[in-house]
């Protein structure tokens, strides 16, 4: 009986035509951190907020944080946009909280995809450490939560 030569299917393809990649020993897909931040906010006409911005990784969603706050701190800088330096300002801003939410989430996104079984073991051993008091929860709840706002006056308080 002779053999027939076993068929190869065509490699899978993403929306975006790339190849996807092939899944490791416990069925997870590797990726590296997504992070990308535009070289500059906008131009004179034209602003960048939100994903257009820039792109973290889905940890924790501070993506959609970080564009909330680009949206509410352009609306507040927009009545001073005719001074000079207005939206330079902004945009300084704006570009401090962006890379500051990517090196976090990139080190989160690290963090929780490690491969080498002794660093999950450090990182475990570790996080149960800083869980175990409540100020370390404390601590790591605002390292997640990001840069807390400082109130200004006028700020109406929701309770909610």
């Known amino acids: ?19 996807r990649p092939s899944a490791n ?14 070289a ?17 990784s889905p940890v924790g969603g501070q993506g959609l944080n970080l564009g909330l706050r680009d949206a509410v701190s ?3 800088a927009l009545p ?3 001074d000079a330096g207005g939206l330079a300002a902004w945009r300084r ?21 490690l491969r080498s079984a002794p660093a999950r073991a450090v990182r475990d051993t570790a996080l149960r450490g800083v869980l175990t008091t409540p100020a370390g929860r404390r601590l790591l ?17 929701t309770l909610g």
């Open 1 to 19: 009986m002779r053999r027939t030569p076993r068929r190869r299917s065509p490699p899978k393809r993403r929306p975006g035509g790339g190849r």
């Open 25 to 38: 020993a416990a069925g997870r897909v590797p990726s590296a951190p997504r992070r990308r931040l535009a």
């Open 40 to 56: 500059d906010h906008g131009s004179r006409r034209v602003l960048l907020i939100g994903d257009a911005a820039h792109v973290c």
């Open 74 to 76: 352009l609306a507040a």
């Open 80 to 82: 001073r946009a005719a």
């Open 93 to 113: 801003a704006r570009r401090a909280d962006a890379l500051g939410v990517l090196a976090r989430t990139d080190l989160a996104t690290r963090a929780w995809t």
């Open 141 to 157: 709840a605002e390292s997640v939560a990001g840069p807390r706002r400082k109130p200004r006056d006028g700020d109406r308080r």
